[in-house]
């Protein structure tokens, strides 16, 4: 499996289970991690528990969800972990990048003041004239200006990156950044992805977008039915994949000058079906066969399928 | 006197009735079980609720027929007695029965709350479907009236009405749907404004139908159970508004039995007399917390069908 | 007050993000709100006067012959009346005298008392005073005791301290303030021997009737407050604040209080209306020598112009608070002010 090198690992995710208290088991065991430095992309269709694993990242799971497993960050196992310690590594440690810029910042508070929050939370002081300049550095013009405005005054794309200075501010070692695009129009997605690569961080970023994910990812990790089904390097498993579902998933892309692709048949599994027999993913798939049904397959060399072996 | 709050025991007659009991029956075994099986029992606020407006029912319905005396008989032979065997509840200056008085009173109040409700929505139901349905000049005309009149405090105009009328039951009730059908009748309209465009209602519209179909047939079936729930939230403040002007001397008038009436003659004799402030004070407590608690949990179980759709 | 509705969403909850933008766009192509809602001031107010005063002819009897009753001629000859009545100006038609009510209404005469034959103004004049200290520490009891009850209660939501505040509303809501008066009177008064049962109307007698009247008000605030802060707390940019470090004391405090301020001003304002209603009945309770007080007295005695004056004087007491509630809540909530320089 490709992965980054033992011991240097931001995020280190083993054997995670989420249930939510409706009973729905969103994530059932999942394993996953992320190096310094690096860009990993879980992606999947809505449904597959990769928000869910994001925000167990986070601690922000509703109350009443059951965590089971390890998700180590920085070396500090963070499942069980008390609301003190949690609050200790939000912001110093990991940052949060949200779907909604315009959900990102208090409605009331200007948006430099929101940033400033980062440091306040903490009992610090943000450093002098810190905040323009890290939102000029995200390309935010006029960033002076800017920041003494409230959020309902930006657009959104600007407002992404202030949500990224604000994730940022403390130098956090990961940043989980849960579709932090799929508001935005697609030129200011690039250039907001390139821009949260572009703090060094490392990044877990959570999309449905295939083609976003191969533009700027190291590697990807396919979630179906609240599993990793294949992990690899971007070019690679977005080119040549080797699962059913990331090959079903890659043909159902619209391209130019083909006719509209099939899509895939069937409704992925509800969450809150019970312990899964065999491969979740079996009755929608082509490549099924009879083994199928008698184990979860368990992953090699990346990929957790009997017949792509 | 208030025409409105007598009360309707006629009994029906029997042979003719049996049809229409059976049916009434079969209604009321369908309510219970919607009772039972619905969201109201699902939160033990709710349960609560209900279970105290079964007591305030209970008394206001059965307490008459308990009751070992009249609530108007005077016995100044026994005047401003305790609690006892003889007088459940004491008696007052008068020698009359509390305990008699109380329920008399409880239903009074209880059926006045309610036509005060049905008066007040039925204004605003007319109000609110004609300015949503109507738009442009009318809407606009009849939303400034209702400005107009939300502008005045409630309770001040009420009291002005009564000043205007003078005091009694009657035109007590009226007073208070005079000062309360605006605030009902902005609710209608915005409910209006939010069933006017479904594809059903303009169907319907293309299919033919005239306005007054469509306001009848169509938006007031949308309409009207939402008001409902209003309504109900309003029970408690309606009670209370009308306990405390009755209070003050302005509604039921001597010797009718009323709960704030009781209250306020309760006013000069409670050094003497503690239990007349007991239980009127309990009654009113109990009627409000139950309409109160129902409310909330009406309100709680419909909260995403009927308040969210309103401002969408 | 049409823009109330516009501003505040039912409940108080912050409106969907992102909604937020689109719904002042919409208000700004209509002109600022602001300015909107001062020019609908003098239309709303004038036409409440129209209202108020047409009540008057409405009343059954004659307000000729019941002023002359008021002052002392039980007995009044036809001439008496038709003098009476070309005074009180009955003669003309209802548009010249609703003309002249106001053209006198704006010089500070809003008639004489049927009762006293003394102005009405001057009448309801020496009484306000007491109504309005009483007025001003029921809202100041209520707030503090509502605020601290919603912040505890969102703070411990679904746990005891959260019940316990449920509890105390419900009570709020089901227990009118005049039983409480009434109560309060019987356990402080006559057995505490504390206080007294006709009260002067100074600063040092009010907590009494003001705390009842303050019993009325608090429930529909904490209950309101409490809903407010529970959606700020819930919104989808609390949790981006949670995940900056934010802890939990400072995203109420901070965050989601200042959020919630706007419906609970709004809830004040309503309550500054109810008042006046609230303070009629509390004041005959405690015999507080307030404008509430005589106006009850004046309402059984139908002594019409004190009751029209009473209703008007309430009625701009009200409509100032609730633009004074727009005001501080466009103050305190800048998305409310319609400031939206265009975006970067």
């Known amino acids: 499996m490709s992965g980054p090198r033992a011991g240097t690992a931001e995020l280190d995710v083993g054997g995670l289970r989420v249930t939510y208290r409706n009973g729905a088991a969103a994530v059932r065991g999942v394993d996953l991690a992320v190096g310094a430095g690096e860009v990993l992309g879980l992606v999947g269709e809505s449904g597959s528990g990769k928000s869910t694993v994001a925000r167990a990242v986070l601690g922000l799971l509703p109350r009443g969800a059951a965590v089971t497993g390890n998700i180590r960050v920085g070396g500090r196992e963070l499942v069980g972990a008390d609301p003190r310690a949690w609050r200790a590594v939000r912001g110093d440690v990991i940052g949060y990048v949200g779907q909604d810029p315009f959900a990102a910042f208090d409605p009331r508070l200007k948006v430099g003041a929101s940033i400033a929050e980062a440091w306040r939370a903490k009992g610090r002081t943000p450093p002098a004239g810190a905040i323009p300049e890290r939102l000029a550095a995200l390309g935010v013009p006029d960033a002076d200006a800017a920041a003494r405005r409230r959020p309902h005054t930006w657009s959104g794309g600007m407002l992404q990156r202030a949500a990224i200075a604000a994730a940022t501010a403390l130098a956090p070692t990961l940043v989980v950044a849960d579709e932090p695009t799929s508001a935005l129009d697609a030129g200011l997605a690039d250039a907001t992805l390139a821009h949260l690569r572009a703090t060094g961080a490392a990044v877990l970023l959570i999309t449905h977008d295939l083609r976003l994910a191969a533009r700027h990812t190291d590697r990807v990790a396919v979630m179906y039915a609240g599993r990793i089904v294949e992990t690899g390097d971007s070019g690679e498993a977005l080119s040549r994949p080797r699962h059913p579902y990331t090959q079903a998933l890659l043909a159902a892309l619209p391209r130019p000058g083909h006719p509209l692709p099939e899509p895939l048949p069937g409704e992925p599994p509800s969450p809150r079906r019970g312990a899964d027999a065999g491969c979740p993913f079996a009755p929608r798939c082509r490549r099924v066969r009879a083994e199928c049904s008698d184990d979860v397959p368990a992953p090699i060399d990346g990929v957790a399928c009997v017949a792509a072996r | 006197m208030p025409k409105a709050a007598a009360p309707d025991t006629t009994p029906p007659a029997p042979g003719r009735a049996t049809p229409a009991l059976r049916h009434t029956a079969a209604s009321l075994r369908r309510a219970a079980a919607a009772l039972r099986h619905g969201p109201l029992m699902a939160s033990a606020l709710g349960r609560t609720g209900l279970g105290l407006a079964g007591l305030a029912l209970l008394f206001a319905v059965l307490g008459p027929v308990v009751a070992t005396h009249q609530p108007d008989t005077v016995d100044l032979g026994a005047k401003l007695h305790a609690p006892d065997g003889e007088h459940w509840f004491g008696t007052d200056q008068f020698g009359r029965d509390q305990f008699a008085r109380l329920t008399a009173g409880a239903r009074r109040s209880l059926l006045a709350a309610f036509t005060v409700l049905a008066g007040s929505c039925t204004v605003s139901l007319v109000v609110g479907v004609v300015a949503g349905l109507a738009r442009g000049f009318a809407d606009a005309v009849l939303m400034r009236v209702v400005d107009i009149v939300l502008a005045i405090p409630s309770l001040v105009l009420a009291l002005a009405v009564v000043g205007v009328l003078g005091p009694g039951f009657g035109n007590l009730l009226l007073a208070l749907v005079i000062s309360s059908w605006a605030a009902n009748a902005r609710i209608v309209r915005a409910f209006t404004l939010a069933v006017r465009d479904r594809p059903y209602i303009a169907a319907a519209r293309l299919g033919g139908a005239g306005p007054a179909r469509i306001a009848v047939g169509h938006v007031l079936p949308a309409v009207v159970p939402r008001l409902l729930v209003v309504a109900t939230l309003q029970l408690g403040g309606t009670i209370v508004s009308l306990a405390g002007l009755s209070f003050l001397g302005l509604g039921a008038q001597p010797p009718t039995a009323e709960l704030g009436a009781m209250l306020g003659d309760a006013r000069a004799f409670v050094t003497v007399a503690p239990w007349l402030l007991a239980a009127p004070t309990t009654v009113v407590l109990v009627v409000t917390a139950a309409a109160t608690l129902v409310g909330d949990a009406v309100r709680d179980a419909t909260h995403h069908s009927a308040v969210e759709e309103v401002h969408p | ?344």
């Open chain 3, 1 to 344: 007050m049409t823009s109330r509705a516009a501003t505040a969403a039912p409940g108080g909850g912050p409106a969907a993000p992102g909604a937020v933008p689109r719904a002042l766009r919409s208000a700004r192509a209509a002109g600022h709100p602001i300015a909107r809602r001062l020019l609908s001031v003098p239309v709303t107010v004038a036409g409440a006067a129209l209202l108020i005063w047409a009540l008057l002819p409405l009343a059954p009897g004659d307000p000729a012959r019941m002023t002359l009753t008021a002052q002392g001629v039980p007995e009044p000859t036809p001439d008496q009346l038709a003098a009476t009545r070309a005074e009180l100006g009955l003669d003309r038609a209802p548009a010249e005298q609703f003309g002249h009510w106001v053209v006198r209404a704006l010089h500070g005469d809003l008639g004489t008392s049927y009762q006293s034959g003394r102005p009405v103004l001057t009448e309801l004049g020496e009484r306000l005073p007491a109504t309005l200290r009483l007025g001003s520490a029921a809202l100041l009891f209520a707030l503090a005791i509502a605020v601290p009850l919603a912040l505890v209660a969102a703070a411990f939501r679904r746990r005891w301290p959260d019940t316990l505040a449920r509890a105390l509303a419900l009570l709020g809501a089901a227990l009118p303030g005049f039983v409480v008066g009434l109560i309060l009177i019987q356990l402080v008064v006559v057995q505490g021997g504390f206080g007294s049962v006709v009260l002067d109307g100074t600063w040092a007698a009010v907590w009494m009737p003001a705390l009842c009247l303050a019993f009325g008000m608090f429930d529909v605030w904490s209950r309101l407050l409490r809903g407010a802060l529970v959606d700020a707390m819930d919104s989808g940019w609390a949790a981006s604040v949670i995940a900056r470090g934010t802890g939990s004391r400072r995203l109420l405090l901070r965050h989601a209080l200042p959020n919630a301020l706007p419906p609970l001003i709004h809830a004040v304002a309503v309550s500054a209306g109810a008042l006046w209603g609230g303070a009629a009945i509390l004041e005959t309770v405690f015999t507080w020598p307030g404008a509430g007080s005589y106006v009850v007295s004046s309402v059984k005695a139908r002594d019409l112009p004190v009751i029209q004056a009473f209703a008007v004087l309430a009625t701009l007491a009200y409509v100032a608070a609730s633009l004074l509630a727009d005001l501080l809540a466009a103050l305190v909530d800048p998305r409310l002010r319609g400031d939206c320089a265009k975006g970067v």
